[in-house]
């Protein structure tokens, strides 16, 4: 199975029967599975790298796919006018070809952006949110200034993500706004985050006794675009979480480990 993704926000899966002794063209089938992208300048997300998969099986719930992947403009970086976001969606057909391939669109997702399944939620707030996380293909959190204001500032991700022990690692950058810029001859490299939230309900993951909104990333000492996040897991030592030159403990569960690849029954 191959899952791919294109600068009109779109998602595809392709499927291989390794069985079918015919010409190979007759061996694959595929179709889109997600469209992320609108009509309006706002809503133009791209896609410039593939998702990131990882089969996710919770105990006494049925076991999917989960795709992560953040929107933006890789050419044009320093764009102020698009509202890029973080996705996870699930795919449920994790043994089988689908009949026909449906196409998930953004409303089909929950919208985690303001933390009510993590700590910006009450009890309530909390339950409501874990009721609409069940019901939905998947959740995104909006790249936005993070004050509620529905300000956006251009933050985007150019770069892959990575899956780890339950956990979404991305990248994002966010440029200078040029208007606020008083010398104009300086160079500015923008700002590079990394995020850390949690696969399930996109709340915040970083070891941490807090868990808000703002606990769901660090801000990078460099500038400029940060790269994709690597964990380098020792043979024997604490796994590190590296973006580009700064590292540190990722303090991922001790079940993080190498392993070889191995076949899921159905």
């Known amino acids: 199975r191959l899952y791919a993704a294109d600068m009109g926000g779109q998602i595809f899966r392709f499927d291989i029967d390794n069985d079918d002794g015919g010409l190979l063209s007759g061996s694959i089938t595929g179709g889109r599975i997600a469209n992320l992208s609108g009509t309006g300048t706002a809503s133009a997300r791209r896609f410039y790298y593939p998702p990131d998969v990882a089969l996710v099986a919770n105990k006494g719930k049925a076991p999917y796919l989960a795709m992560a992947i953040t ?6 970086p320093n764009d102020l006018d698009i509202h890029d976001r973080i996705y996870v969606i699930r795919d449920n057909n994790i043994y089988n070809t689908p009949t026909t391939y449906t196409t998930v669109v953004e409303s089909d997702l929950y919208n985690a952006t303001l933390n009510l399944a993590g700590g910006d939620g009450d009890d309530i707030e909390n339950a409501a949110a ?3 996380l069940d ?6 959190i909006e790249l936005d200034d993070g004050t509620g204001s529905n300000t956006w500032v251009g933050e985007k991700g150019l770069a892959e ?23 104009s001859c300086k160079p500015q490299s923008g700002t590079g985050k990394v995020f850390f939230v949690d696969l399930f309900d996109a709340s915040a993951a970083f070891p941490s006794d807090n868990d808000s909104r703002t606990d769901r990333f660090k801000v990078l000492s ?10 380098i897991i020792p043979k024997d030592g604490e796994p590190t979480l590296c973006i580009g030159t700064e590292c540190e403990s990722a303090e ?4 993080v ?10």
Do not use: C, M, Q
């Not at 675009?225 to 964990?231: L, R």
């Open 252 to 255: 991922l569960s001790k079940g």
């Open 130 to 132: 874990e009721t609409a």
């Open 257 to 266: 480990r190498k392993t070889l690849w191995y076949e899921v029954e159905k």
């Open 161 to 183: 993500v990575l899956i780890l022990e339950g956990v979404v690692i991305a990248t994002t950058f966010t440029p200078i706004n040029d208007t606020a810029l008083t010398d």
């Open 222 to 231: 460099k500038g400029g675009i940060p790269p994709s996040p690597n964990v």
């Open 71 to 76: 929107s933006g403009y890789r050419a044009h």
């Open 135 to 140: 019901d939905a293909e998947g959740w995104y």
